[in-house]
């Protein structure tokens, strides 16, 4: 809807998860949790995780959903992955291997089908009368 910014949009989302976690929370927790029992090395990780890496990103999304098409946002979503293969292999030390190669492969082909599938499998209906055989017949 033209009138709800991405913020709203994407802030109404969270608030939805807080109420329906903390509901789950209450049913399913012993009564002596507390925020206080929440190691103190971990507050700072999931302040990050609540702001950048869900508020933030969020709203990015939704704006550029709002500039362009849900389908071709999508796309950079799926490139994630591939992005994150560099990543992992230079801060967490992981192996590049054939699993790595191979699932980046299968991404880029999906991508790949996902962002031509229009142009391989399109049929026309009728032929085009822009060509230069039928130009003279308009």
């Known amino acids: 809807h033209p009138d709800l910014k991405p913020f709203h ?3 109404f989302s969270f608030f939805v998860g807080l109420v329906s976690f903390f509901l789950i ?7 002596s949790f507390s925020l ?5 090395p971990v507050i700072l990780p999931i302040i990050y995780m609540a ?4 508020l933030i990103a969020y709203t990015a999304y939704e704006v550029a959903v709002s500039k362009i098409n849900a389908s071709q946002a999508d ?8 992005w994150s293969i560099p990543l992992a292999i ?5 192996k590049f291997d054939f699993t790595l190669l191979a699932s980046a492969l299968l991404i880029l082909i999906g991508i790949i089908i996902a962002e031509f599938k229009k142009n391989l499998f399109r049929v026309s ?4 009368l822009d060509g230069h055989h039928f130009a003279h017949h308009k």
Do not use: D, H, M, N
Request: glycine residues 6%; positive net charge; aromatic residues 14%.
């Open 36 to 40: 206080s029992s929440i190691p103190k």
């Open 75 to 82: 796309l950079f979503g799926y490139l994630a992955a591939i």
């Open 125 to 128: 209906a009728r032929p085009s």
């Open 90 to 94: 230079i801060w967490l030390g992981e």
């Open 51 to 54: 702001v950048f890496s869900s």
């Open 9 to 11: 949009v994407v802030s």
């Open 25 to 31: 929370t209450i049913f399913t927790q012993s009564a």
